[in-house]
């Protein structure tokens, strides 16, 4: 069962409650950091009434990294989302040789900025396409 979470300029995010995961989809090509804590802030009110273990950001329209969304993303927004069981991600990149080096750097940014946040806490992976995003198995 699907249900619309939200459908914006910005991102298209919809509930899989059969499968206990919540897609969000970004739309444009940049998404101001307000706007993302808002889509993000929506999701996780979702979340906390609703527990999901798996969650797919879909970037392939980006064009455009945004480091503080994503360490805020990180830091703050998985970090409170893991107290309700959402530890798996998936993640869909443009596909841009310098989009994905951006997300390179900004990983290794955080782990320097912020030791206190820990990626093996969380299954992630970076996948090509919506239906291995969708079919990928939760390591528990």
Request: aromatic share 12%; net charge negative.
């Amino acid at each position: 069962m699907q249900q619309i979470l939200a459908d914006n300029k910005y991102a298209q995010v919809v509930a899989h409650t059969d499968i206990s995961t919540v897609v969000c989809t970004l739309k444009t090509d940049y998404v101001p950091m307000k706007d993302f804590q808002d889509i993000f802030v929506q999701i996780g009110d979702y979340i906390k009434a609703n527990p999901m273990q798996k969650m797919i950001l879909d970037k392939r329209n980006l064009k455009v990294f945004h480091q503080a969304s994503m360490v805020w993303y990180h830091v703050e927004w998985k970090q409170e989302m893991k107290q309700y069981g959402l530890v798996a991600y998936r993640k869909l990149l443009p596909d841009d040789a310098f989009f994905r080096k951006a997300v390179e750097i900004a990983r290794k940014n955080i782990l320097k900025e912020h030791p206190e946040f820990r990626f093996e806490d969380f299954d992630i992976r970076y996948c090509e396409t919506m239906d291995e995003a969708l079919q990928s198995e939760i390591n528990a």
